[in-house]
């Protein structure tokens, strides 16, 4: 069995750390600011792969020596890829694409392993589907404020639970961090096999 060392999380979330520590991954979270501004044409699994590894190479400079680990999750629904809502109606227009329909998170993860040179970056998928929301349930959850700094406008481990009707895939990549799938990334910085090898 591997380890689990001391490695440096990119990232200000608290969602992400409860993870790792559920886990027993000892971290020290190092937040990291970054342009987040989506590149023109860019597909949403090229967008958050970039951002994990922009966030991970500027947390790299910071600590050099350090394995670092970062993320970032966002979520589409046919062809909008939805960020973090601007304001309350954004969220509002955002959960009513939401509403009683299917849709994907992803999260791109990157590794920067100093010990062996190798970075890595790879991504998980997550289906999710809604259960149909009232007008007033949707006013009744954005004035609760969760959603105005989650992807997609919800937290499917807070109060946006109770609108959650079926999950297909990582429930920990829509929280934020796919624990699974950054295990195998880590394992892989080590031993140089393909992720999923």
């Known amino acids: 069995m591997i380890e689990f060392p001391k490695i440096i999380l990119a990232s200000a979330s608290p969602r992400r750390a409860e993870i790792l520590r559920t886990v027993g991954w000892p971290f020290e979270a190092l937040p990291v600011d970054i342009d987040e501004t989506r590149h023109h044409g860019e597909s949403a699994i090229d967008y958050v792969q970039r951002l994990a590894r922009e966030k991970a190479t500027a947390a790299g400079a910071r600590k050099p020596a350090s394995i670092i680990i970062a993320a970032d999750t966002t979520v589409t629904i046919d062809d909008h890829i939805l960020e973090k809502p601007t304001d309350e109606s954004d969220a509002v227009r955002m959960l009513q694409l939401l509403n009683n329909r299917w849709h994907r998170v992803l999260t791109g993860i990157a ?67 796919p624990i699974r799938l950054v295990y195998e990334v880590f394992v892989a910085s080590l031993t140089g096999k393909e992720v999923g090898q």
């Open 111 to 177: 590794i920067i392993n100093p010990e062996t040179s190798r970075t890595i970056i790879a991504h998980e998928e997550t289906e999710v589907k809604f259960a149909p929301m009232s007008d007033e349930e949707i006013d009744w959850y954005v004035k609760t404020g969760e959603p105005m700094d989650k992807a997609g406008a919800y937290a499917i481990q807070g109060l946006g639970s109770r609108f959650i009707e079926q999950i297909t895939g990582d429930y920990f990549n829509v929280v934020g961090l």
